[in-house]
T-cell receptor, first 115, second 112 residues
Framework: SQTIHQWPATLVQPVGSPLSLECTVE??????LYWYRQAAGRGLQLLFY??????ISSEVPQNLSASRPQDRQFILSSKKLLLSDSGFYLC??????????????FGPGTRLTVT | KQEVTQIPAALSVPEGENLVLNCSFT??????LQWFRQDPGKGLTSLLL?????REQTSGRLNASLDKSSGRSTLYIAASQPGDSATYLC???????????FGRGTSLIVHP
């Protein structure tokens, strides 16, 4: 069965520090991978998605970046965190189901607080 | 551009009630609609996925229906329990897109 891991689960970082969040998927091959952010009182915001190794699409311009060094690994990074980067970060994956659609599955999330 | 709306934004009901959560979308050319549950501080858990050719899906006390022509889906929860308290989100996948469009969710509280 498929499993998705995210770490760390929680993180408190000062403004201006770097960031690296990691997501790995087990039990599937060539998944589409996604990074979302949920800020307090706001909906789910898509940050990046990837349909293959080295293929990253950005949905929202910001000081974050994403990389996909391996098929089932997705990393979210920042060189210098801002207060506004605080939020709940969710990784998700999907695969083509053969009937023409994609079903999404989410990881447990990382709570980031920038102080 | 697809837009997804969920009404109500919040709902509080006594235990045992049958309830309906609503999801509407603006573009009826969809591949599927997916309902999720999110507990506080947790990730999203997929509850039901309805393909565009289907009218409804059932899982236990949950029943989701889809009316593409009117751009609506409902999630019916029978005999609600305090453990059903969570935020429920719907997401629509439009044709040819890897990216679903999410609603902002309905926050449900079921009190004993």
């Amino acid at each position: 069965s498929q499993t998705i891991h995210q770490w760390p689960a929680t993180l408190v970082q000062p403004v201006g520090s770097p960031l690296s969040l990691e997501c790995t998927v087990e039990g599937t091959s060539n998944p589409n991978l996604y990074w979302y952010r949920q800020a307090a009182g706001r909906g789910l915001q898509l940050l990046f998605y990837s349909v293959g190794i080295g293929q990253i699409s950005s949905e929202v311009p910001q000081n974050l970046s994403a990389s996909r060094p391996q098929d089932r690994q997705f990393i979210l990074s920042s060189k210098k965190l801002l207060l506004s980067d605080s939020g709940f970060y969710l990784c998700a994956w999907s695969v083509f189901e053969g009937r023409g659609d994609y079903e999404q599955y989410f990881g447990p999330g990382t709570r980031l607080t920038v102080t | 551009k697809q837009e997804v709306t969920q009404i109500p934004a919040a709902l509080s009901v006594p235990e045992g009630e049958n309830l309906v959560l609503n999801c509407s979308f603006t573009d009826s050319a969809i591949y599927n609609l997916q309902w999720f549950r999110q507990d506080p501080g947790k990730g999203l858990t997929s509850l039901l996925l309805i393909q565009s050719s289907q009218r409804e899906q059932t899982s236990g006390r949950l029943n989701a229906s889809l009316d593409k022509s009117s751009g609506r889906s409902t999630l019916y929860i029978a005999a609600s329990q305090p453990g059903d308290s969570a935020t429920y989100l719907c997401a629509v996948q439009s044709g040819g897109s890897y990216i679903p469009t999410f609603g902002r969710g309905t926050s449900l509280i079921v009190h004993p």
